[in-house]
């Protein structure tokens, strides 16, 4: 599985930005998907997860309310909306893919390079 992540940017406080995750492969409906963030100096920190089918998700408590991950399995495509974005969302941006949410949280085997979110206030 190869990941593209796309759709960093700078914005303000306040503002929304979706990012996009294009995943090559014919199996792309049967992994569950991620997003992780890493800030400058900081551990690279889990942000939500979902399932294959798309029915199920998991969220991080610090962004829990105002990110919406979903996916387009005929596009192979993972979508992580983020709204009311605050400077400490700044970070790079990750996707990974693994055979489920767990494995994904814990031990993604797949990853894309990231794409930068700055958040200024």
């Known amino acids: 599985v190869q990941l593209q992540a796309s759709g960093g940017g700078l914005v303000q406080a306040g503002d929304s930005l979706r990012l996009s995750c294009a995943a090559s492969?014919?199996?792309?409906?049967?992994?569950?998907m991620g997003w992780f963030r890493q800030a400058p100096g900081k551990e690279r920190e889990f942000v939500g997860a979902?399932?294959?089918?798309?029915?199920?998700?998991y969220y991080a408590d610090s962004v829990k309310g105002r990110f919406t991950i979903s996916r387009n399995n005929a596009k192979n495509m993972v979508y992580l909306q983020m709204n009311s974005l605050k400077p400490e969302d700044t970070a790079v941006y990750y996707c990974?893919?693994?055979?489920?949410?767990?494995?994904?949280?814990?031990?993604?085997?797949?990853w894309g390079q990231g794409t930068q979110v700055t958040v200024s206030s």
């Open positions: 990974a893919a693994g055979p489920s949410i767990a494995v994904v949280t814990h031990n993604s085997p797949y």
């Open positions: 492969g014919r199996t792309f409906s049967t992994n569950a």
């Open positions: 979902i399932s294959g089918s798309g029915g199920v998700t």
